[in-house]
């Protein structure tokens, strides 16, 4: 979802965000209604400072739009007023610049041994972590890193998304085998509501490897919630599904004062506008373990940036700053026909 805002000078702002229902509970519609609203609500508002785009999205619109909404909303400002103020908001919100963001790869789907064309893709992107999706059954899973390990070594990390689909028996049964095949992250084993089942998890293997929370901490509630239970040991912070730049830092640094590291996740389709929006939070915070997304166009049939921002070999951007130079989120975007800068 693409959000356009227009500031009285005719200068456009762009914004994205992917509403997922399974995750926030958002659906195009559901966001549709919400920009109707904030229509309603914000023609006419004078905005002059980005801090009070923070105001804004922190504090006076928590509990009435959803998180998706949010971070459209956010990067449409953000885009707007810096192309009306002349700032590069990398520049004015990148504490922590990077020279080289190197991106983890994530197979969206089982890998086999006939898929030799996937496999050599992979190979020659050149990634220095992984991500795999968990197969029904254990042995599913077990197979497919065989067939990675095949052709990227035994060296390169690899991450196991479980997507909620374990029980608690399961999980115990599964967790010390794919630790003893390599797996170091163990994402979003249970359903969403079904966090008090980490207990046991964390107390017999949380020393082993990392947990990591990916659809059970969305807001600064549930991010609460997880920490202050030890569920977790990492979170999977995604910028449309936190609501944005500003509301992901801010779950970011409580994580940070328990201790939990985070990563940056990324919604599958998304296009160079949330790239560049997580290349800009990549700068905002002192660590993130991984950073997921950069795809452009070798995932996308078009994308709505022109020189669409993805990575290259060994998986890198380089030189974000520069790359982000220009004001607002520094992109031009291409939507259909018409070109706006
Ligand atoms: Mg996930």
């Known amino acids: 979802m693409i959000l356009t805002v227009e500031t009285a000078q005719g200068i456009r702002g762009y914004g994205e965000a992917c509403p ?12 549709l209604g919400e920009v109707a609203l ?3 609500m914000l ?5 002059e400072e980005i801090s009070e785009i923070e105001t804004l999205l922190c504090e006076e619109l928590v509990g009435y739009i959803g998180n998706a909404t949010c971070c459209a909303l956010e990067l449409a400002l953000l885009d707007a007023l810096g192309k009306e103020k002349g700032i590069s908001i990398y520049e004015a ?3 922590f610049p990077q020279q080289v963001v190197t991106y983890a790869g994530v197979l969206p789907m089982a890998v086999s041994n006939q898929q030799e064309r996937l496999l050599g893709m992979i190979y020659h992107l050149g990634f220095r972590e992984i991500k795999i ?5 254990v042995a599913e899973t077990l197979g497919q890193i065989e067939v990675l390990r095949t052709w990227l070594g035994p060296k390169v990390p690899l991450r196991l998304d479980v997507n909620e689909a374990w029980s608690l028996p399961v999980a115990m049964d599964s967790i010390p085998r794919l630790i003893e095949s390599g797996i170091e992250v163990f994402e979003q084993i249970f359903p969403k509501g079904r966090e008090a089942d980490m207990e046991p998890v964390m107390a017999s ?3 082993d490897a990392i947990f990591m929370a990916d659809e059970s901490v969305t807001t600064l509630e549930s991010a609460r919630e997880a920490l202050d239970n030890k569920w977790f040991n990492r979170l999977n912070l995604k910028l449309s599904k936190n609501g944005g730049l500003f509301r992901s830092r801010q779950i970011y640094q409580m994580a940070e004062a328990a201790d939990v590291s985070s990563q940056l996740g990324a919604h599958v389709g998304e296009t160079s506008i949330l790239t560049a929006a997580g290349l800009i939070f990549s700068g905002m915070v002192p660590m993130l373990t991984a950073i997921e997304g950069g795809l452009g166009t070798l995932l996308l049939e078009r ?4 020189d669409s921002l993805q990575f290259g070999p060994g998986a890198r951007i380089k030189r974000p700053a520069q790359r982000l130079a220009e004001p607002g989120l520094g992109l031009k975007i291409e939507l259909g026909e018409e070109t706006i800068q």
């Open 205 to 207: 293997f949380g020393q």
């Open 38 to 40: 904030l229509q309603r």
């Open 133 to 137: 999706k968990a197969g029904i059954e």
């Open 93 to 95: 919100l990148a504490n």
């Open 43 to 47: 023609t006419g508002r004078v905005i």
């Open 303 to 306: 994308d709505v940036v022109r």
């Open 20 to 31: 997922r229902a399974y995750v926030t509970g958002e659906d195009m519609a559901s966001v």
